[in-house]
């Protein structure tokens, strides 16, 4: 099985606001007609919207390529939807089956060639995850200083982990390297002990050594993490690749809890081999992934080659283990880059592998993987290649989209991703598949099963026949119908009657060829030719605007079928009359018809979209006037209306209020005085206003009282006007006869005042100057007296 890693956010789903999709693609009906198709398999596999018509007598002698087309185009050509094979893409999902954090878990999906199909799938983080962690590790001698320092790691971890896990197991396994040459000394004193040339006991180099199974005990993992002792070997990289492999397969021995989050923390101070270096000891056997202890031991470490990083990757995802690795500074390098390769994968440089470090690396590690969702996709390698996927994360609310991953999501968030399956080609034997894709939500222990059925064999109704045999109409021929060598005789080849009417002189109308009786017609460029005598097409159709039926329609026996909301002979005639409404919502302004989505108007004066034109007419005030005049000549008077409104066109109604129709428009004036037989005094014109009423009379309102009213109104207005103005003259001629301070005698009194202070005469000396002055100057000595205010001026 071949697996896609796609980091991106996992939601749980919400079955009520589930959203599935299928999608079809396709450029229309072009995709589907083509002279090359000829079965019903090959015609749908262009694209879901295509569809195949496998009835006997469809377009009789046409070429096998007409059938296959769009549904509504085989409708109209006389294709019942019953004899159509279609290919629907389906997205089934099932909700009896539920989960905790991954929902939904069962979808079932039916794709075509070209379609595609989208789901939904989501995670729920919990707040608080029991956690699995086991501590690989590297006994090889360099290591030893760092196998102390986890003898005081368990309690201590265990402490620090309850602010974040319900309960935490842990687990303990070592390695070195394949016991074989060259990887270790083989001379029989190195064997059993490595160490012997430096007088220390060690144990001997293994593969992987699994010591401890997953327990909650903490004092037993510390009993015995100090009973563990160093190992050798001989080259720098060791097998921990290797010995990791085994740690995840090996779920019963290692004892890998199902509810639990997993953690594989391997140490080591150098890098590890890989795939084919086992070559070097003449091991050429691919590792087969699965788990080989025997007495917690791994057996197949000496015939089996170390796997690959793509293989320990999909053993990882298979299992739901994050990896942790804790590494000295110098190999930093080295592992960074296979942490790029692995799935939920954390890197730590420890300078020294002392017991904070590691609880602080576990804690830390530990919470970045759980705040980081990421989803796999594992595809049978059988299919691999006929299948694409996409996927579109959509982050919960304070985390934050890195590349195809959601990074910082917070327990008890949701978030959502929609995964995109689509069928790019069937099988090569042409037939259906079943094909089963897995979901991996990265480091869950739980997964979303997709099953997708691949839609490629024809059914063709209760007959099961499709029509595309596309043999020749004379490979039914019975053999007495045939020559000694099995050629066609005489009488069943060339020109036959049967492939022609019997006023015709020509085969198949000159558009195809008769073979054994039965016309064959050509394939034409602009479209399909058949019939019995190939006198049919849909191509021979009235054009309109450049394009056959309007493009609006198709061509069917020479006459055109249109579509919805079209009419006439080229499908160029709206059904609807909307184009035919003026402003007013009238049709055609009630002076017309509406044909083929434009007004015809009734009255040939009458013209524009609208039948609102007419240049010849009167206007509405001089062709009402008449109207107008007659009533006014009867004295407005309803009983005598009946004389006027059988001359009157249209005719008049009597209203009590015109106050309502006066707002209206247009006002009208008559041109001449009204008529006046009652020799009661009239206005010099009659004002009325035309009005539109449903019942279809126009009403002429008078207005001449409202004339009268208006003429009242404004006399009254200048009466009044010259009223103030009198009275504001008298007013202002007493002011100034008598000032302010004055007495009843009108004498102006100073009382108070010095009277020598006021002066009896104004004295002013004007001094005039001639052009030629004498030798001195002439002065004039002006004495006015002063003078009461009252009295006038003389002069």
Request: aromatic fraction near 6%; proline fraction near 6%.
């Amino acid at each position: 099985m071949t697996t896609w890693l796609r980091s991106v956010p996992l939601c749980v789903l919400l079955y009520s606001a589930l959203s599935l999709c299928a999608q079809d693609h396709g450029a229309g009906g072009a995709m589907c007609l083509s002279a090359s198709i000829t079965s019903c398999a090959e015609c749908l596999s262009h694209g879901p919207q295509c569809a195949w018509c496998f009835k006997e007598d469809f377009l009789n002698g046409a070429d096998l390529g007409w059938r296959c087309d769009l549904p509504e185009n085989l409708l109209n050509r006389g294709c019942e939807a019953e004899s159509m094979e279609r290919w629907e893409t389906k997205v089934v999902v099932n909700t009896t089956i539920s989960s905790t954090q991954v929902s939904p878990g069962d979808i079932s999906i039916t794709l075509t060639p070209g379609s595609e199909a989208s789901v939904v799938v989501a995670v729920k983080q919990l707040q608080r995850y029991p956690v699995d962690l086991y501590y690989l590790v590297d006994v090889s001698a360099s290591m030893q200083e760092n196998l102390n320092h986890l003898k005081t790691v368990g309690v201590a971890l265990t402490l620090r982990m309850t602010e974040h896990s319900s309960d935490l197991w842990l687990g303990f396994g070592s390695f070195v390297d394949k016991p074989v040459s060259p990887y270790i000394d083989v001379h029989p004193s190195k064997i059993n002990n490595p160490c012997s040339d430096y007088e220390i006991r060690c144990r001997p180099a293994h593969g992987f050594h699994h010591v401890l199974s997953m327990t909650g005990n903490m004092s037993e993992f510390t009993r015995v993490i100090k009973r563990q002792h160093i190992s050798g070997n001989m080259d720098t990289p060791e097998g921990g690749l290797d010995a990791m492999l085994q740690a995840a397969v090996c779920q019963e021995a290692v004892g890998w809890r199902s509810e639990a989050k997993r953690l594989l923390l391997l140490m080591t101070d150098q890098p590890s081999h890989l795939a084919l270096d086992s070559r070097l000891a003449g091991i050429v056997m691919p590792h087969d992934g699965l788990c080989h202890l025997e007495n917690n031991v791994y057996t197949g470490s000496t015939r089996m080659d170390h796997p690959s990083v793509g293989q320990l990757s999909d053993k990882l995802l298979e299992n739901h283990i994050y990896s942790v690795f804790a590494v000295e500074k110098q190999q930093y390098q080295w592992y960074e880059e296979l942490v790029r390769l692995l799935p939920a994968a954390y890197l730590g440089k420890l300078g020294l592998f002392q017991a904070p470090n590691l609880i602080e690396l576990v804690v830390e590690a530990y919470k970045r993987l759980l705040s980081e969702v990421e989803v796999s996709i594992s595809v049978e390698d059988k299919a691999v290649d006929r299948y694409s996927v996409s996927v579109s994360p959509i982050c919960p609310e304070g985390s934050t989209l890195k590349g195809q991953s959601c990074s910082g999501v917070q327990p008890n968030q949701t978030t959502y991703f929609k995964i995109t399956f689509g069928l790019r080609s069937c099988p090569d034997d042409g037939g259906d598949e079943d094909v089963t894709v897995l979901i991996h939500p990265v480091g869950y222990n739980e997964s979303t099963v997709v099953r997708i059925h691949s839609k490629c064999v024809c059914s063709c109704g209760v007959t099961k026949r499709c029509s595309n045999d596309g043999q020749s109409p004379c490979s039914g021929m019975q053999d007495e119908d045939r020559g000694p060598n099995h050629e066609l005789t005489d009488s069943n080849k060339g020109s036959n009657r049967n492939c022609r009417p019997d006023v015709a002189d020509v085969d198949c109308s000159g558009r195809g060829v008769c073979e054994c009786g039965r016309c064959v017609c050509d394939r034409s460029k602009l479209g399909a030719v058949y019939g019995k005598y190939c006198e049919i097409d849909d191509f021979s159709c009235p054009y309109h605007e450049g394009l056959s039926c309007g493009g609006r329609g198709a061509c069917v026996s020479s006459e055109c079928v249109c579509a919805d909301g079209w009419t006439g002979e080229s499908c160029s005639c709206p059904i609807s009359t909307a184009t035919c409404q003026s402003a007013s919502g009238s049709l055609c302004s009630g002076r017309g018809r509406c044909v083929c989505g434009k007004c015809a108007c009734d009255d040939p004066q009458y013209s524009g979209d609208f039948c609102e034109t007419c240049p010849a007419c009167q206007s509405p005030c001089q062709s009402h006037w008449k109207c107008v005049d007659c009533h006014f000549s009867h004295g407005l008077a309803p009983k005598e209306a009946g004389h006027c409104n059988s001359t009157c066109i249209p005719l008049v109604g009597y209203v009590d209020d015109t106050s309502v129709f006066w707002n209206s428009t247009p006002h009208c004036a008559s041109p001449n005085p009204p008529p006046n037989p009652t020799g009661v005094s009239l206005p010099a014109h009659i004002h009325f206003s035309l009005v539109q009423l449903d019942t279809g009379f126009h009403e002429c309102a008078s207005s001449s009282r409202m004339v009268g009213t208006f003429l009242s109104v404004c006399a009254l207005t200048v009466l009044c006007g010259l009223v103030v103005v009198a009275f504001s003259r008298l007013l202002l001629q007493k002011r100034i006869r008598t000032p302010a301070g004055a007495g009843e005698d009108g004498v102006f009194h100073c009382t108070g005042k010095d009277l020598s202070y006021i002066p009896t005469t104004n004295e002013k000396t004007v001094t005039y100057r001639r052009d030629n002055p004498p030798d001195h100057s002439l002065e004039m000595h002006i004495q006015v007296p002063k003078m009461p205010l009252g009295d006038p001026w003389q002069f």
